[in-house]
Every structure is written in structure tokens, then in C-alpha cells.
């Protein structure tokens, strides 16, 4: 069983960037898709960037231009790259990774969650 260890939350001013991280426990061990989701309160867990093995990436419409994930297959771990940050970018932010098994079976995985926090 992988687990993820996420880290770089933080409380951060508009305007101001943070950089999140994201590793695998076993990094031999092969994941396909990575990506970052949040939830802020009251709300539904929502995909913010996703990056497949081949480092195709995916954005939400509300961060891009704004945020960059990317990855290092080698280390098996993820990162967020989140550059002019607004309050309403506040959320618990979550990492995720899938292994696909074929036949359309796949294994998801998760973090334990990061706070951000924008302040205005």
C-alpha cells in the first residue's frame, strides 16, 4: 500500500505564490495520473491540475495561467506551483494518484491533505 506525504501549505497574502509537493512512500512503485484536488469549506472536493505519466496536464478553468503542476517520475512525486494566489484559492489541498490495471480497473490514492490559506 503507497502512501502520499504532501507538504508546502501555508497562510500566504493575495498576490504571493506557494509551492506544494507531493511524494509517494515507495518510489519504485509505478503510478500513472497525479494530480492536486481542494476543498474548501462547505464545498465539493474539486480537480485543480492533473499530469499523466507522459506529463500531460490538465487545468481548472479558475487556476490556470496561474498554477503549473509537474512531476518527477523518477521520485514519484508531484508538484503545484501556485503563483498569484487569491482568497478564494483558500482550501484544503489534496493529492491524488491512480494506477490503471487494465480492463478499466484502477487504483486511486490520496494524500492527507494541506491547508492553504490566502489572506487579503
Known amino acids: 500500500q503507497v502512501q502520499l506525504v504532501e507538504s508546502g501549505g501555508g497562510l500566504v497574502q493575495a498576490g504571493g505564490s506557494l509551492r506544494l509537493s507531493c511524494a509517494a512512500s515507495?518510489?519504485?512503485?509505478?503510478?500513472?495520473?497525479m494530480g492536486w484536488y481542494r476543498q474548501a469549506p462547505g464545498k465539493q472536493r474539486e480537480l485543480v491540475a492533473a499530469?499523466?505519466?507522459?506529463?500531460?496536464?490538465n487545468y481548472a478553468d479558475l487556476v490556470k495561467g496561474r498554477f503549473t503542476i509537474s512531476r518527477d517520475n523518477g521520485k514519484n512525486t508531484v508538484y503545484l506551483q501556485m503563483n498569484s494566489l487569491k482568497p478564494e484559492d483558500t482550501a484544503v489541498y489534496y493529492c491524488?494518484?491512480?494506477?490503471?490495471?487494465?480492463?478499466?480497473?484502477?487504483?486511486?490514492?490520496w494524500g492527507q491533505g494541506t491547508q492553504v490559506t490566502v489572506s487579503s
Open positions: 499530469i499523466t505519466s507522459g506529463s500531460s496536464t
Open positions: 491524488n494518484a491512480k494506477k490503471y490495471l487494465g480492463g478499466g480497473i484502477h487504483l486511486t490514492y
Open positions: 515507495d518510489s519504485s512503485f509505478s503510478i500513472n495520473d
